[in-house]
C-alpha cells in the first residue's frame, strides 16, 4: 500500500489494526484468493468499528494498490501502474473518498469502477 496511505491510517494503530494483521497475514500466505482477502480487510474493518465509508475508501485503496496473486493476474492492482506519484495516489485517495461519500456504492461497484478505469473519479 503506498506511503500517502500509511500517513493516514498508520498501519499499527486505530480500530482497523486487528483487520491490518488479518489481511497481511493472508496476503502473505495467499491461502485465500486475493480478492477475498480484500474484502475481509473490509469486514474486519467493520467489525472493529470503523465506520461504512471509511472501511470502503480503506478497501478501494488496497484493492486498487494492493497485491493480487493467481493466474494471469498482475502482482499489484491497477492503482500502482496509472498512479505512480505521491501526489497522483493523494488524488486518487481523495477522488475515492468524494465518490463513496457521495454514492456509498457497494463493494462490488467500487471494485468493478477500479478494475474498469483505476480511478474513481472517471
Not at 480503506?58 to 501526489?87: E, I, L, N
Not at 456504492?105 to 467500487?110: F, G, Q, T, W, Y
Amino acid at each position: 500500500v503506498p506511503q500517502f496511505f500509511w500517513v493516514l491510517y498508520p498501519p499499527f494503530t486505530g480500530k482497523y489494526r486487528a483487520a491490518a494483521v488479518i489481511h497481511d497475514y493472508y496476503c502473505q500466505t495467499k491461502s485465500r484468493g486475493w480478492k477475498e482477502t480484500h474484502e475481509v480487510f473490509y469486514f474486519a474493518s467493520r467489525a472493529a468499528g470503523v465506520g461504512e465509508k471509511t472501511a470502503k475508501a480503506m478497501y478501494g485503496a488496497v484493492y486498487s494498490f494492493g497485491p493480487r496473486w493467481g493466474v494471469g493476474v498482475a502482482a499489484r492492482g491497477p492503482g500502482a501502474d496509472v498512479h505512480k506519484t505521491a501526489a497522483e495516489q493523494r488524488q486518487f485517495f481523495r477522488d475515492l473518498e468524494a465518490w463513496i461519500a457521495r454514492e456509498n456504492p457497494s463493494l462490488e461497484a467500487i471494485a468493478k469502477r477500479l478494475d474498469g478505469a483505476g480511478s474513481p473519479a472517471n
